[in-house]
């Protein structure tokens, strides 16, 4: 279904585009800005690819250059097509700061970032390592956002103020993860080949948490802020600390969709 087609059957894009009309009605001094990014489009796609290029541009990539490569990359996607969709509505279902689809379309680094990063992956994927390379240089200038292009992310994803998140190379994130800044999927420093943590689904990472090594974060775990976690985490633990270590239980299936961030210390560490 190419996107004229999808444009009548997209509630997602259907609401963030009432919103910003909305948003453009009520402030007049941000019309132009909102027409060019949202409202003259006939996709999210085309709209996505569109404030992307304008956010990624360089002296050495033109927007109109960059705006091409990333709707080219989300026209021959599904996947990432998906992913956009689900992202944008778990950022407005978990963070009370999200009052609507336009605020993170719009304003929210960590989305943008992690959008940014599906077109690099696309493209690390398709052999074009340098362009994703020199993609994740520029995602990192524009969001402070460092995510290398052959990680693997899941869908519905939040990335909460973004700052200083960093997610390496060999790196697995599963769907319905949540995280806040300055979380580091990261190495050790003492390891080559597959050396990033592998995170379950419905994970729950508090802001300032280290993950270091080829280790397995098992499915609705929760990773309290600060920790440090240099060992493989069971499904459905509470870990905190330096070293982390296992405090109890999250009251809830999937702490990373339910964004309850309190540490429920079942025995001590």
């Given at each position: ?27 007049a ?10 409202l003259?489009h ?13 956010k ?27 992913a ?86 060999t790196?697995l ?24 943590p ?42 905190a600390?330096?070293?982390?270590k296992?405090?109890?239980k ?17 025995f001590?560490?």
């Amino acid at each position: 279904m190419n996107a004229l087609n999808r444009e009548a059957t997209d509630p997602v894009w259907t609401r963030l585009r009432r919103e910003v009309a909305e948003i453009a009605q009520d402030e007049a001094m941000l019309a132009g800005f909102l027409h060019d990014m949202v409202l003259k489009h006939r996709s999210l796609e085309a709209a996505i690819a569109y404030f992307l290029a304008n956010k990624l541009s360089s002296h050495y990539l033109t927007p109109t250059s960059l705006r091409d490569v990333i709707f080219d990359a989300l026209e021959a996607s599904p996947d990432i097509r998906e992913a956009i969709r689900r992202d944008l509505e778990a950022v407005v279902e978990r963070d009370p700061a999200a009052r609507s689809m336009a605020l993170p379309f719009l304003h929210f680094k960590g989305f943008q970032a992690l959008q940014s990063y599906r077109v690099a992956h696309w493209l690390w994927n398709e052999n074009r390592k340098p362009l994703a390379l020199y993609l994740q240089s520029r995602i990192s200038e524009a969001f402070d956002v460092d995510i290398h292009p052959a990680a693997r992310i899941g869908k519905g994803i939040l990335i909460d103020h973004g700052t200083s998140v960093v997610i390496g190379e060999t790196a697995l994130v599963g769907d319905n993860v949540s995280m806040l800044h300055e979380v580091t999927l990261g190495g050790t420093g003492k390891e080559s080949g597959d050396r990033h943590p592998k995170v379950g689904n419905g994970v729950l990472i508090g802001a300032g948490a280290k993950i270091l090594g080829n280790i397995k974060i098992g499915d609705g775990s929760k990773i309290a802020a600060g920790s440090v976690v240099l060992s493989e985490v069971p499904p459905h633990s509470t870990v905190a600390g330096i070293p982390a270590k296992v405090v109890g239980k999250p009251k809830t299936a999937e702490p990373g969709r339910q964004m309850e961030q309190l540490v429920e210390y079942d025995f001590c560490i």
